[in-house]
């Protein structure tokens, strides 16, 4: 029978009973966010990932380990301390399992955390050390936890480095992730834990304190196979990447270093089934996992490349975490008067055959005539914000064009939906 020490997630060791394996594992951390009940919450999900990661869907035990702070006084006891445990608790039971036992210590540090333990047969759990070449890399939550984190607590500082990132990002974008990342953090990784049986896993770990490259190292050297895993995009929290570019090495996000609490699963995948993956986990928890890198082989090694596409991904309003359209535009809260220092232009050109040829012009639809034809019918209750001005333009090649220059792009836009010519700005 299989077992594992230290140096992956869980442990996992045969019982003296035949076909029987326990499996087991131990994690606690300090507090990162200001709500007693979400931290208790994601405390018991971080435990439960690393049993996740070994495909274990159900666990049959967890015990509680509460440090509490010398410094606390007793009203902020009284109140923190049973938010944590209810938080821990109410996320056991979410997860199919119960908190029976544990340990409390005076400690000069809040720490919270805990032990999950499950006993399983062969069948219930997935050895993570079957990487092929040819497999892709799955994740399936964002990255970012840990810059959200600091931001918003630089944000409530106003310190030096809240000065710093407020040139990118405004106050409400950083409350958004904030709380994007608490619900993020505490969402169970169970269905993809489920999902790994289905779709012929061959082995997966949670991305942590290491980060994602962190993690993807440890986990490629306990391949069986001589390979190596290439990562080519980080789905990231929104705005997240933009804070990590403007504080330098702070964060290492965009390297794989930026820690991370209560992360997704990195699954290695046969190709053929990550595509699958991917839609059921959307279809069953209605949030998104991502595609983000292959298996090749190589000599148990991990990378990123050097320019990693960077997917940005929020928390909608129903509650899901999805990527944001590559068209999507900021999220700064929309005044009466749009700050704009010049109109924007957007030219569309009707290309006659003969410039066309030539090599160094646009080609453009033959569709573009329909859409002229459509802004200068425009209803005149519409013409009190001018919306576009038609001149005719002569090129080097005496063949006369339109010049179409758009004053007010979201009406011109909101037009070219509405005529199916999205393609053409």
């Not at 699963?265 to 839609?279: F, V």
């Amino acid at each position: 029978m299989p077992s594992i020490g230290i140096g992956l997630d869980s442990c996992v060791i045969p019982l003296r009973f035949g076909g029987l394996s326990l499996i087991q594992t131990t994690d606690f951390f300090y507090p990162l966010v200001d709500d007693p009940y979400m931290m208790g919450k994601i405390a018991c999900c971080n435990v439960l990932s690393d049993l996740y990661a070994m495909g274990v869907t159900e666990c049959d035990n967890m015990l509680m380990l509460l440090g509490i702070s010398s410094k606390f006084s007793e009203k902020a006891r009284d109140v923190v301390v049973p938010l944590m445990m209810r938080g821990f608790k109410d996320c056991a039971e979410e997860a199919g399992t119960t908190v029976n036992g544990g340990q409390t210590v005076l400690n000069p540090w809040c720490l919270i955390g805990g032990v999950a333990t499950a006993v399983c047969q062969l069948n219930e759990f997935i050895m993570p050390n079957n990487a092929v070449p040819g497999d892709v890399l799955v994740l399936t939550k964002p990255l970012g936890t840990q810059v959200s984190c600091n931001a918003h607590q630089w944000l409530e500082q106003k310190s030096d480095k809240w000065n710093r990132i407020k040139l990118i990002v405004t106050e409400e974008e950083v409350e958004k992730a904030y709380q994007d990342s608490m619900f993020i953090m505490a969402r169970l990784n169970k269905t993809a834990a489920q999902l790994m049986h289905t779709h012929n896993s061959h082995g997966a770990t949670d991305v942590t304190g290491f980060g994602i490259l962190g993690h993807a190292q440890n986990l490629v050297k306990q391949q069986k196979n001589a390979v190596n895993f290439i990562i080519h995009n980080l789905p990231c929290i929104a705005k997240m990447a933009a804070i990590a570019k403007c504080c330098g090495n702070t964060f290492g996000l965009l390297q794989g270093t930026s820690a991370e609490t209560s992360g997704g699963l990195l699954i290695c995948l046969p190709r053929e089934q990550a595509a699958k993956y991917c839609a059921e986990i959307k279809k069953v928890e209605g949030h998104q996992a991502w595609i983000i890198g292959i298996v090749e082989g190589g000599n148990q090694t991990a990378k990123i490349i050097d320019k990693p596409r960077v997917i940005e991904v929020e928390t909608l309003d129903d509650g899901t975490v999805q990527s944001v359209p590559p068209t999507t535009t900021s999220r700064r809260p929309n005044h009466p008067k749009a700050v704009v220092q010049e109109p924007q232009k957007v030219v569309l050109q009707q290309i006659p055959q003969a410039v066309q040829e030539q090599p160094d012009l646009p080609v453009v639809s033959q569709q573009l005539p329909t859409i002229i034809q459509q802004i200068e019918q425009t209803p005149a209750s519409m013409h009190q914000q001018t919306i576009c001005n038609i001149t005719p333009v002569t090129l080097q090649t005496s063949q006369q064009v339109q010049q179409v220059i758009v004053e007010d792009p979201q009406q011109y836009q909101h037009m070219q939906q509405q005529a199916q010519y999205q393609n053409h700005h």
